[in-house]
């Protein structure tokens, strides 16, 4: 079993960054990919972005060359840097883990919300 709690949601204006926190608990020696998905209302929920155990990344259209994902394995944690964030960013998002299972875990959400 892994747990995933994510940190960092809030209120910005647009053009500001957010630093999202996703921390892994639990049998994280299994995981091999982590990533962030959002979740608009009324909208599917799309990735944002993920990162493998060997450090590949990836990202969504929407978060290539504004958004970032990092991890800090000594802290079992992974990052994502949103800079010049815009209204159609505001959704909950999620941090998503794929182990070798293969089970997918997810976070609890945190809401990011984008507005002047």
């Known amino acids: 079993q892994v747990q995933l709690v994510e940190s960092g949601g809030g209120l910005v204006q647009p053009g500001g960054s957010l630093r999202l926190s996703c921390a892994a608990s639990g049998s994280i020696a299994s995981i091999y990919v982590t990533g962030w998905y959002r979740q608009a209302p009324g909208k599917q929920r799309e990735l944002v972005a993920a990162i493998t155990s060997g450090g590949t990344t990836t990202y969504g259209d929407s978060a290539k060359g504004r958004f970032t994902i990092s991890r800090d394995s000594a802290k079992n944690t992974v990052y994502l840097q949103m800079n010049s964030l815009k209204p159609e960013d505001t959704a909950v998002y999620y941090c998503?883990?794929?182990?070798?299972?293969?089970?997918?875990?997810w976070g609890q959400g945190t809401q990011v919300t984008v507005s002047s």
């Open positions: 998503n883990a794929l182990d070798t299972g293969p089970v997918v875990y």
